[in-house]
């Protein structure tokens, strides 16, 4: 069979179970209303937390970059691409999460597999929470560690894996606020479970940075929990793009020279450094607390309007559990109808029979956005037969 006639094969067969993906377009700038295919829809489904993805002062100052030093970094940051506004952007993140350095990252994808790699291979072990993102789980993968997976939150199975599961070294890595489910992470017992057993911990504060604790520095912060790394996206609530592992100078260092996502891929445009760094200092500010606590009063309106809800009581991310794929694709896409846009989230992204409607506030949304949210929600589901 050729490779043409394959990807037709395949394609057909995740048709007929439901599960073939196609994009929406969208055509405007993010924000708690989009254009999307054609239609402005509120729209309940980006990561921009903080609803700074088209800030202004963002916007000037990637602006102002580019301005200056154009949109491309030209090479990957070991040849010339390190330019001095990444290297801004690392020292401020660094003095930000009060970590000794932190190393930036093309994205959370590659700062996942990247720091993984470098960091863990055989003869180690890593123990990893079941619902860890693809991104952590294709890390440990291309470590070619042992991989031990704890059930989700478990932290009672994970203590016997823990004692039973020897290795050269040995990581403990969770997200702390998990991507499909809203929930969070025992923060404070991972670590002292790692603690314990003399394994190191990394945290994967994706959804958390920007969005949570003491200017915004994310669940640890909250918690006064130190990892020995977070990582942590520009992607999300920081409204750009990027990613980047807080650590310690050694570990960072190290990275330098063995993280091959970071070694062999071309370097962020720097004007994305420079929106980050606009970025930075709103989350930081006190307009940064005021919007997180703009965004966890809606995350706990959602919670009140609709129920069955899942989550952390204030956290932006709430799925409504559906189960079956068709259906929460179907609901989707009547409540796109009626304007709202909740993406449905299926297999692989999920584990199979949890297909679910992923609710994602920002700050920029108001009470009566979750209102027509609700309103859109129960005529879809009154409209299924
Ligand atoms: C927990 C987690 N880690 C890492 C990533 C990857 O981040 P990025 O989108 O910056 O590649 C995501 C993105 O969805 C995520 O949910």
Redesign the pocket.
């Known amino acids: 069979m050729s490779l043409e006639d394959d990807a037709r094969a395949e394609l057909k067969q995740l048709e007929v179970i439901g599960r073939l993906r196609t994009p929406r377009i969208v055509d405007s700038a993010q924000a708690p209303r989009i254009v999307l295919d054609g239609s402005q829809v509120l729209d309940l489904a980006s990561?921009d937390y903080l609803s700074l993805a088209n800030d202004p002062r963002l916007v000037a100052a990637a602006k102002a970059a580019a301005d200056e030093v154009g949109v491309g970094a030209g090479a990957s940051r070991l040849i010339v691409g390190n330019h001095r506004l990444h290297v801004e952007l690392e020292s401020s993140i660094a003095e930000w999460m009060r970590t000794g350095a932190a190393r930036l990252y093309g994205?959370?994808?590659?700062?996942?597999v990247g720091t993984l790699s470098a960091l863990l291979g055989p003869g180690d072990v890593v123990f990893s929470d079941a619902l860890d993102?693809a991104?952590?789980i294709d890390g440990c993968r291309l470590a070619k560690a042992q991989i031990v997976v704890f059930p989700h939150r478990d932290l009672a199975v994970l203590d016997e894996q823990l004692r039973t599961h020897a290795g050269r070294r040995r990581l403990v890595v969770s997200?702390s606020l998990f991507?499909m489910d809203g929930d969070l992470a025992d923060v404070a017992g991972l670590a002292a479970l790692a603690k314990k057993h003399g394994a190191a911990f990394m945290l994967?504060e994706?959804?958390a940075v920007g969005a949570r604790g003491p200017e915004g520095r994310g669940v640890a912060a909250e918690l006064g929990v130190v990892p020995d790394l977070v990582?942590g996206?520009c992607?999300?609530a920081l409204g750009a793009y990027?990613?980047f592992v807080a650590t310690t100078p050694a570990i960072a260092k190290l990275l330098w020279n063995r993280a091959r996502s970071l070694v062999f891929s071309t370097a962020l445009p720097p004007m994305i450094s420079a929106a980050v760094i606009a970025a930075i200092g709103i989350v930081r500010s006190r307009e940064g607390d005021d919007r997180r606590r703009d965004l966890a009063a809606r995350a706990r309106q959602l919670r009140a309007r609709i129920r069955g809800l899942g989550g952390h009581p204030d956290a932006a991310i709430a799925p409504l559990i559906i189960g079956d794929d068709a259906r929460v694709m179907e609901l989707s896409a009547r409540m796109y109808e009626r304007r709202v846009f909740v993406q449905g989230i299926r297999y692989p992204t999920v584990p199979e029979a949890t297909a679910r409607l992923r609710f994602s506030l920002n700050a920029g949304h108001v009470v009566e956005d979750v209102e027509m949210a609700a309103i859109a929600l129960n005529d879809a589901m009154s409209q299924e037969t």
Not at 107 to 112: E, F, I, L, Q, T
């Open positions: 990561n994205s959370g994808y590659a700062a996942n993102h991104s952590i997200e991507s994967d994706a959804h990582v996206t992607g999300k990027g990613a």
